[in-house]
């Protein structure tokens, strides 16, 4: 992990009309690193993310990613970022195999039909190669949309909601792909409602309410900010999604089984 950040805020503003969505958001997300934002709908994630992107312009502040301005090198952002948004964004007439070959013929890719292959294989769709995209279920739409966005070796991928509206079985192939890409050195900004899906996966959390960060720590230094827990013995019965992985075949490394729970004390 480098010293350099990937992504670096300070002060980012934007309004539409006299309704202030971001109200000063200070963020430095490390390089190699997945970096969650949380917030409620209304929060100001995607608009902070769309400014990133540079797909829309802050009114103050400065933003960079990748060691660019995103106001004044917005050219040299975009060769740096991919952006996933919160609906997959195949092209369902096509193939999977096809999808990432167009898209690796609009970058400019060397051999593209090389690539297609190489991310069909990385994303578990060799399979599905030749079938439409129509056809893939959730999860796998999703994680095409995600092979899409890294055909050009991108070093930073936003990820807007990428589970919303998945089903359980797709959200845990969807965090196994994110953990993949944090292991192989792409830094990852994630935005999400879902705060099981932050603690799974990201090194650090940031939470935006009402236009400004209010807290940001790693997993352990936000539990910090909370009183300290008070160790019983229960039995926790298992989830209704631990009994639908579990009679679909598909368990996740991550389910609770019967353990020891916690109680603020």
Do not use: C
């Not at 926790?236 to 579990?246: G, M, N, R, T, Y």
């Amino acid at each position: 992990m480098t010293s350099k950040p990937a992504i670096h805020v300070v002060g980012l503003t934007k309004s539409y009309a006299d309704h202030q969505v971001l109200k000063g958001v200070d963020l430095t997300v490390p390089a190699g690193s997945v970096y969650a934002l949380l917030g409620s709908n209304g929060a100001g994630k995607t608009t902070a993310v769309r400014i990133l992107a540079t797909l829309l312009k802050a009114d103050g502040g400065t933003a960079a990613v990748d060691g660019h301005d995103v106001a004044t090198e917005p050219d040299a952002v975009r060769r740096s970022i991919s952006l996933t948004g919160q609906f997959a964004a195949v092209d369902e007439v096509l193939t999977g195999r096809e999808n990432l070959v167009l898209v690796a013929e609009l970058r400019r890719v060397p051999d593209p039909g090389a690539l297609a292959d190489e991310l069909l294989a990385r994303f578990d769709l060799t399979e599905a190669a030749g079938r439409r995209a129509a056809t893939y279920s959730g999860g796998m739409r999703r994680r095409l949309d995600i092979a899409m966005s890294l055909v050009g070796d991108a070093s930073v991928l936003f990820l807007d909601e990428p589970t919303t509206g998945l089903d359980p079985q797709s959200r845990i192939e969807v965090w196994d792909t994110v953990r993949q890409l944090a292991g192989r050195g792409t830094t990852v900004l994630l935005t999400t409602q879902y705060l099981d899906e932050a603690e799974q996966l990201a090194d650090r959390i940031a939470v935006l309410h009402e236009g400004r960060i209010i807290a940001d720590g790693t997993l352990a230094e936000l539990k910090q900010l909370l009183p300290p827990a008070e160790v019983e013995y229960v039995v926790k019965q298992p989830s209704l999604e631990d009994v639908f992985l579990a009679i679909v075949g598909k368990t996740s490394s991550d389910s609770p089984n019967p353990t020891l729970a916690t109680k603020d004390a």
